[in-house]
């Protein structure tokens, strides 16, 4: 048997990273090419998507979701997988081995300096993800949905469940929002920028074209809890073949106490489950203590999704620079 090598490395074709990324039972919103179309569109055009095709000796293949970002006119240019801080690596319908996991980290640690990667918990061969550079440890808030939901709802915290009850007094309804209900939305994310101020939260200022985009895609179930004709939290759910992921899910300020987000993610977790979710996901949480409490009342798992950083120091600098400019843009 001739020695496992990587034959060859090259741009992925779209039509075929989709059809992979559609079939992968481990593949997340985040690896799909209408995500980094997203970010490029949000970014207005300096963050492109650059995933590579990477194929085996033995015939088998992988998708490297990767991104690069342009810095000093081009000059300098950032790697991430997957853009804007989210679950980042390979998607293949292939059974990779060990080995071909290993080739493939030491090919794009070699091949893409200046590199951030944050580690799906989803993907098979979590021993492979290099410890180099930044290492930040975090995790992700994940509820099985492979089990009866009256076992699960016997794992869902009382207080959780309280709150939930306190919330179902208001006559509130789950649907989904519409692009007339955007506008109040987003001002439920404007005033979440203002509390999140200094707390460790992202510095992104999504532009209303970029929520605009996710209600029209194919693959986002955009949610909203009402109370009357007012929507009082919601978010995106963004779905791929296994995995629904929560991204800002968020509530009116009026309605934070009122057991709002409780009835929110209660009613999602049910609705994926009968839709035959294997997962549905809270997301990281920059580990923040609050949060993070919050997720582990719906009879979550804690699953690792660390963030490696090989930038050098400069180029962080750089970036941060940016980012101050492009919130005062966007905001």
């Known amino acids: 048997m001739s020695k496992l090598s990587i034959e060859f490395v090259e741009a992925a074709v779209e039509s075929e990273w989709q059809q992979v990324w559609m079939e992968c039972e481990y593949a997340t919103f985040f690896h799909s ?93 979590d021993a492979a993800f290099p410890v180099s550079g930044s290492l930040k440890q975090e995790s992700t808030f994940v509820v099985p949905l492979n089990m009866p939901f009256d076992e699960l709802r016997k794992k869902i915290r009382r207080n959780t469940l309280r709150n939930l009850k306190k919330a179902e007094s208001l006559d509130l309804s789950l649907k989904k929002i519409e692009a007339r209900h955007l506008p109040a939305y987003y001002d439920c994310y404007r005033q979440s920028l203002e509390r999140w101020q200094g707390k460790g939260s992202p510095k992104s200022h ?61 009613h999602l977790i049910r609705h994926y489950r009968v839709q035959g979710f294997a997962w549905f996901d809270f997301n990281p949480s920059s580990s923040l203590k609050g949060v993070e409490h919050f997720k582990k009342g719906f009879a979550t798992v804690a699953m690792p999704a660390p963030v490696m950083d090989t930038r050098s120091s400069y180029v962080r600098g750089l970036q941060k620079i940016r980012r101050y400019f492009d919130s005062g843009i966007n905001s």
């Not at 949000?42 to 990767?66: E, M, Q, W």
Request: aromatic content about 16%; proline content about 5%; charged content about 15%.
């Open 33 to 125: 090419p209408e995500w980094l179309h997203i970010v490029k569109e949000y970014s207005g055009g300096s963050v492109l998507p650059v995933t590579r095709k990477i194929t085996f000796s033995d015939g088998t293949s992988a998708f490297f979701i990767l991104s690069a970002t342009k810095n000093l006119k081009g000059l300098v240019k950032v790697y991430e997988s997957s853009p804007l801080g989210v679950y980042g690596g390979w998607i293949s319908t292939h059974a990779l081995s060990d080995a071909h996991a290993a080739m493939i980290t030491s090919l794009v640690m070699k091949q893409y300096p200046g590199l951030i990667w944050r580690a799906s918990p989803f993907q098979p061969h």
């Open 206 to 266: 999504y532009g209303m074209e970029m929520f605009q985009q996710l209600l029209q895609s194919e693959y986002c179930d955009f949610f909203g809890v009402f109370h009357g004709g007012k929507l009082v939290c919601g978010g995106p759910i963004l779905r791929s073949r296994r995995h629904a992921v929560s991204w800002l899910g968020l509530a009116d300020a009026d309605y934070i106490g009122k057991g709002v987000y409780q009835y929110f993610y209660y």
